[in-house]
């Protein structure tokens, strides 16, 4: 699993940083930061539920 | 306006007095292909979109725009009787993309996951306080005029810096605002140029003497420009006042009904979801012709993609009318969906979630002073919600 993020598209909701706090987080401009780019197996779900919540379409993942 | 094969036709208002909510026709709309044409007061044609994968699919669409001065975009809230406030410069939740995202960028650092984590000992300090009040008045209340309204009212004026010895014009305003049945359109209409007024010099104090607050941060990040400000924070005030207010009453009336949830980490995210208090907020115009559910929109034809329906879509949320915090929840568009998802909806989920348990816990003996069948609903605005809320303990 690879993930890549669009700081350009972000609009800072945080939907990514509640779904799956150990793999993305806001910085200081509240813009999405991408702790683990290539996370365990274990954080699928959270990551794949963070893709989809994304409101603006800023979280890209490759299985 | 396009029509392919049979069109269901409905009328505005899409609420009655007595209905429940959201209303039984929403699911007969989300069970037809294609959209369902509906007539504004004005005798306007719209689109109304019930299904979940659709209002998501417009909320993100760029052929889409949430521009209120387009030709075509369906402008409920003037037909309705709610003052029209996007004349303002700073109102960005009608600015499509790229003028948009200047202040949604400007903005996103004061509401992150971290900074409203910060927040949360002010937070319960306001909410201690309005519910000492509560106890101090007797042993009974109207929750949403001595509980629910107060809470976001006092959270955003320490939001915004505004000082102790202003809190009480700013809540009696802003409750004037926003209080429809309690106030004539007059009142609402002098209350808001007089926030305005304020909003105005808070502006100039903060421009020479700085604060630890969000709108001489604004100021200091020279960003926006001093003349957006004023709607800027208007906006915040006002989106963020009565829907955090509506949601913490209908929340409560769930719980009670439901008290073996109560103290759940769930319960904010389905309480969401099961009111989708903000229904009718997310108004949209085409700008380009666009195929949604089969149907073409044109080019300057209004959209009205409806939250709650797309909220109780059987096909994300299996018996959507139960509440059921053990159930995945998140992917409801109670805040919208795009780039104009709510910007506070961090600071409203704790507001809901400390709301909750302070109350539960300190007034263990709540219980509600008229029957479900007798409490006053709000059928007639944009926002769903209650207008009072009688309890006794």
């Known amino acids: 699993m690879r993930i890549t993020v669009s700081t350009e598209a972000c609009v800072g909701a945080g939907q990514c940083v509640l779904s799956a706090p150990d793999v993305f987080d806001q910085d200081d401009d509240g813009v999405v930061e991408v702790l683990a780019a290539e996370p365990d197996a274990g954080q699928s779900g959270a990551v794949h539920l963070a893709q989809e919540l994304c409101p603006s379409g800023a979280i890209a993942v490759q299985d | 306006m396009s029509e392919t094969g049979e069109q269901l036709v409905v009328d505005f208002p899409l609420r009655k007095e007595g209905e429940p909510f959201p209303p039984p026709r929403y699911c007969e709309y989300r069970r037809r292909d294609g959209l369902v044409l509906s007539y504004l007061p004005d005798g306007r044609p719209v689109w109304l979109v019930t299904r979940h994968a659709a209002v998501r699919e417009i909320l993100t669409s760029r052929k889409i725009s949430s521009n209120p ?42 509401f992150t996951v971290r900074r409203i984590r910060e927040m949360r000992p002010a937070i319960q300090g306001v909410i201690d306080k309005v519910i000492d009040d509560l106890l101090a008045a007797g042993d009974e209340a109207d929750l949403i005029n001595d509980f629910a309204l107060p809470i976001p009212s006092l959270v955003i004026s320490a939001l915004l810096g505004v000082p102790a010895a202003d809190r009480e014009f700013f809540e009696s305003r802003t409750r004037t605002l926003v209080n429809i049945r309690q106030s004539t359109d007059a009142q609402r209409d002098l209350a808001s140029r007089e926030l305005l007024r304020y909003i105005n ?45 509506n949601n913490i009453g209908l929340g409560i009336v769930t719980l009670m009904e439901n008290p073996q949830w109560i103290g759940d980490d769930r319960i904010v995210e389905e309480l969401l979801r099961l009111h989708s208090v903000a229904d009718l907020v997310s108004l949209r115009v085409a700008v380009e012709d666009v195929e949604i559910c089969g149907q073409l929109i044109k080019a300057g034809e209004g959209i009205v993609p409806l939250v709650a329906a797309a909220n109780h879509d059987e096909e994300v949320f299996a018996c959507p009318h139960l509440f059921d915090p053990g159930r995945s929840a998140r992917q409801h568009v109670a805040f919208g969906y795009g780039v104009h998802q709510c910007l506070g909806q961090n600071l409203v989920r704790v507001e809901m979630e400390l709301a909750y348990r302070t109350l539960f816990e300190r007034i263990p003996g709540l219980s509600p002073a008229v029957g479900a069948e007798g409490l006053p609903y709000k059928y007639d605005g944009v926002l769903h919600g209650l207008h009072a809320l009688p309890v006794r303990w």
Do not use: Y
Not at chain 2, 226 to 238: C, F, K
């Open chain 2, 201 to 245: 010099r808070l502006i100039e104090i903060k421009s020479k003497w700085p604060g630890d607050d969000l709108p001489s941060r604004l100021l200091a990040g020279g960003v926006l420009q001093a003349r957006e400000l004023p709607g800027v924070l208007l906006l915040l005030l006002i989106a963020g006042h009565e829907t955090t207010a």
């Open chain 2, 69 to 110: 001065d387009r030709e075509g975009f369906p402008n409920i809230g003037e037909t309705m009787g709610v003052p029209r406030q996007d004349q303002i410069p700073g109102w960005f939740v009608g600015l499509d993309p790229p003028e948009h995202d200047r202040f949604r960028k400007a903005l996103i650092p004061e």
